[in-house]
T-cell receptor, first 112, second 115 residues
Framework: DQQVKQNSPSLSVQEGRISILNCDYT??????FLWYKKYPAEGPTFLIS?????DKNEDGRFTVFLNKSAKHLSLHIVPSQPGDSAVYFC???????????FGAGTRLTVKP | GAGVSQTPSNKVTEKGKYVELRCDPI?????LYWYRQSLGQGPEFLIY????????DSGLPNDRFFAVRPEGSVSTLKIQRTERGDSAVYLC?????????????FGPGTRLLVL
């Protein structure tokens, strides 16, 4: 069962514009959400996270928004840069569970 | 400092053979995780170690898969009687502690191909 879903396999944006990556989850027990970024031939790298007690967390150009009622989160990158081109994974976990669930990923391409 | 390392980076084997995949976590990290990533999918949890013990092995697909971490540092994932469906990238991650908000740092993975 896929408890974390990223329905857009790819996204292409122009340099300088905003990138918005979306993620939906089904398990209401999830209370901690993360975004990882992955370049080819490398492991995923932690980008930003948010706990369920917040609805927004910002770190430089990256902002994650959480809508608990809709079981939806999104990652905003602004302004987008060519170096942001990578696969982005959404992940979720619950307080009493070591099992972190990942979405299938969205490949972001930022065009110069 | 050094990140998580995994060896080999690539492994090609024949159906029915036994393979071992190694993970060296970040020094001082007590928690270690194994994930499997199939083509077009996100990483899938396999097993979690806290220290030397497997605290959660609920993600191991069947009894052909086994992992050890005898001294609480290096871990080995062992796959017996490999099948073509085992072909995937096997990722290892470590974190400083087991806490809910602890960041997991991933290695580059071992790409396993079973012919």
């Amino acid at each position: 069962d896929q408890q974390v879903k990223q329905n857009s396999p790819s996204l292409s944006v122009q340099e300088g514009r905003i990138s918005i990556l979306n993620c939906d989850y089904t398990n209401s027990m999830f209370d901690y959400f993360l975004w990882y970024k992955k370049y080819p031939a490398e492991g995923p790298t932690f980008l930003i996270s948010i706990s369920s007690i917040k609805d927004k967390n910002e770190d430089g150009r990256f902002t994650v928004f959480l809508n608990k009622s809709a079981k939806h989160l999104s990652l905003h990158i602004v302004p987008s840069q060519p170096g942001d081109s990578a696969v982005y994974f959404c992940a979720a976990r619950s307080y009493n569970n070591n099992d972190m669930r990942f979405g299938a990923g969205t490949r972001l391409t930022v065009k110069p | 400092g050094a990140g998580v390392s995994q060896t080999p980076s690539n492994k090609v084997t024949e159906k029915g053979k036994y393979v071992e995949l190694r993970c060296d976590p970040i020094s001082g990290h007590t928690a270690l995780y194994w994930y499997r990533q199939s083509l077009g999918q996100g990483p899938e949890f396999l097993i979690y170690f806290q220290g030397t013990g497997a605290a959660d092995d609920s993600g191991l697909p069947n009894d052909r898969f086994f992992a050890v971490r005898p001294e609480g540092s290096v871990s080995t994932l062992k796959i017996q009687r490999t099948e073509r469906g085992d072909s995937a990238v096997y990722l290892c991650a470590s974190s400083l502690g087991q806490g809910w908000g602890e960041t997991q740092y991933f290695g580059p993975g071992t790409r396993l191909l079973v012919l």
